[in-house]
């Protein structure tokens, strides 16, 4: 129940092409669902974050889309650039005193020019 | 205003050894998370310090514990290494407990060999 699904595991999209990243949950406590991405050799950044009375929030090329109904949750990243190749990580935290991260296992996105 | 940061970035250790990983956590940011990255378990809390005191632990064994000082920096040590504890560890911090948006160091590159 504390997993959360991350797939797909690798992903190559053409420059200027949407990019579309999925992840699911169990647990319904989780209340904070943010996207990581990280370069290799280095930590992951926060890119975007959305909570579960929102079903779409959209920063510049990032989209994060939430079906709380259906427990998934999905990164697109529009109009793909060769320097949006990295890895990308859904995470989730809980409403309790925790707010530990549950990572997704991760996708290698690459961008092809 | 800096960012996260962890020394020191590699380090390369013997099975049995011990060692000690730092961390600064943003200016003003009073909570800091530990995570272990590896290619197969993927990105695993470890835990976590508010306020000098750990607030929240992962399922690792006794071997990892960490402190928390009173400028909020924090070090993480590993006993006895085994090789299995070689990987890329994480440091996170956030503003309070209250805020679910945290940020990553580069982190440590541990080889145990």
């Known amino acids: 129940q504390q997993q959360v699904k991350q797939s797909p595991q690798s992903l190559i999209v053409q420059k200027g092409g949407i990019s579309i990243i999925n992840c699911a949950y169990e647990n319904t406590a989780f209340d904070y669902f943010p996207w990581y991405q990280q370069f290799p050799g280095k930590g992951p950044a926060l890119l975007i974050a959305?909570?579960?009375?929102?079903s779409e929030k959209k920063e510049g090329r990032f989209t994060i889309s939430f079906n709380k109904s259906a427990k998934q949750f999905s990164l697109h990243i529009m109009d793909s650039q060769p320097g949006d190749s990295a890895t990308y990580f859904c995470a989730a935290s809980m409403v309790d005193s925790s707010y530990k991260l549950i990572f997704g296992s991760g996708t290698r996105l690459l961008v092809r020019p | 205003k800096a960012g996260v940061t962890q020394t020191p970035r590699y380090l390369i250790k013997t099975r049995g050894q011990q060692v000690t990983l730092s961390c600064s956590p943003i200016s003003g940011h009073r909570s800091v998370s530990w995570y272990q990255q590896t290619p197969g378990q993927g990105l695993q809390f470890l835990f976590e310090?508010?306020?000098?005191?750990?607030?929240n632990k992962g399922n690792f064994p006794g071997r990892f514990s960490g402190r928390q000082f009173s400028n909020s920096r924090s070090e993480m040590n590993v006993s006895t290494l085994e090789l299995g504890d070689s990987a890329l560890y994480l440091c996170?911090?956030?503003?309070?407990?209250?805020?679910?948006?945290?940020?990553f160091g580069p982190g440590t590159r541990l080889t145990v060999l």
């Open positions: 959305i909570r579960p009375d929102v």
């Open positions: 310090y508010f306020s000098e005191t750990q607030r």
């Open positions: 996170a911090s956030r503003l309070n407990r209250g805020y679910n948006e945290q940020f």
